[in-house]
């Protein structure tokens, strides 16, 4: 299919998806550059995962690996319908993904509710499909849940901070909250995990709407 810029602004059919692949083109690398924790696993008992998509994931991870108890991250792409995508192809805006970060925690340090305190302040939550300058698909908000409590706990953080910028004259919020069940995360190319690490003075398109989320405690830098 011929892939035009109208792709970036809606979600792809079935029938215009790639059809992607069985396995992935690349190796990832067996280490957190920050964290020096596997970046895959297998990861020590008691750690619980979660997913969330807030725009471009080089600046996203980083907001996630400076938090106390983040054990490990690792980006990806998540909530489409290509089977192991390339980065090219989620540009493309016909794989249906996301960019996604996977935050790896330990839940006596830091709690699933912090790390939600820090997705929702971390971006504008009302933006579509788009996060900044950064337009497509593969930029809208969306967080994927790994048991019945994230999703509750999700959904309640959600509507709290709704109130909140609804007093302060922002839209609705279009963050997609699931299950990940059945929408399967595909780790990224090596160059992509902890991008900002390796290129400290590379683009971050992270810009939250400077409102405080009622849920959680911050425990991150910037």
């Given at each position: 299919?011929?892939?035009?810029?109208?792709?970036?602004?809606?979600?792809?059919?079935?029938?215009?998806?790639?059809?992607?692949?069985?396995?992935?083109?690349?190796?990832?690398?067996?280490?957190?550059?920050?964290?020096?924790?596997?970046?895959?696993?297998?990861?020590?008992?008691?750690?619980?995962?979660?997913?969330?998509?807030?725009?471009?994931?080089?600046?996203?991870?980083?907001?996630?690996?400076?938090?106390?108890?983040?054990?490990?991250?690792?980006?990806?792409?998540?909530?489409?319908?290509?089977?192991?995508?390339?980065?090219?192809?989620?540009?493309?805006?016909?794989?249906?993904?996301?960019?996604?970060?996977?935050?790896?925690?330990?839940?006596?340090?830091?709690?699933?509710?912090?790390?939600?305190?820090?997705?929702?302040?971390?971006?504008?939550?009302?933006?579509?499909?788009?996060?900044?300058?950064?337009?497509?698909?593969q930029y809208r908000s969306a967080i994927h849940t790994h048991?019945?409590?994230?999703?509750?706990?999700?959904?309640?953080?959600?509507?709290?901070?709704?109130?909140?910028?609804?007093?302060?004259?922002?839209?609705?919020?279009?963050?997609?909250?699931?299950?990940?069940?059945?929408?399967?995360?595909?780790?990224?190319?090596?160059?992509?995990?902890?991008?900002?690490?390796?290129?400290?003075?590379?683009?971050?398109?992270?810009?939250?709407?400077?409102?405080?989320?009622?849920?959680?405690?911050?425990?991150?830098?910037?």
């Amino acid at each position: 299919m011929l892939y035009t810029q109208a792709h970036k602004n809606r979600l792809p059919t079935p029938e215009e998806a790639l059809p992607g692949r069985d396995e992935p083109l690349f190796e990832l690398p067996g280490t957190h550059t920050v964290l020096g924790t596997a970046l895959a696993g297998p990861h020590p008992a008691g750690l619980e995962v979660a997913d969330f998509a807030l725009g471009c994931f080089w600046g996203a991870e980083r907001r996630f690996y400076r938090a106390p108890g983040v054990w490990t991250t690792l980006v990806g792409y998540q909530g489409g319908l290509t089977p192991h995508p390339t980065y090219e192809e989620v540009c493309s805006g016909l794989t249906g993904h996301t960019e996604t970060v996977r935050v790896v925690f330990d839940p006596d340090v830091v709690t699933y509710d912090d790390l939600l305190k820090v997705f929702w302040e971390s971006h504008d939550p009302t933006q579509g499909h788009r996060q900044g300058n950064d337009v497509g698909t593969q930029y809208r908000s969306a967080i994927h849940t790994h048991s019945p409590r994230q999703q509750a706990a999700a959904e309640a953080s959600r509507d709290a901070y709704q109130r909140v910028l609804e007093e302060s004259g922002y839209s609705a919020i279009t963050t997609e909250i699931r299950p990940a069940e059945g929408h399967t995360f595909y780790p990224a190319e090596g160059y992509h995990q902890q991008y900002l690490d390796k290129n400290p003075a590379g683009y971050c398109g992270l810009g939250g709407t400077g409102l405080t989320c009622p849920v959680g405690v911050a425990r991150y830098a910037a």
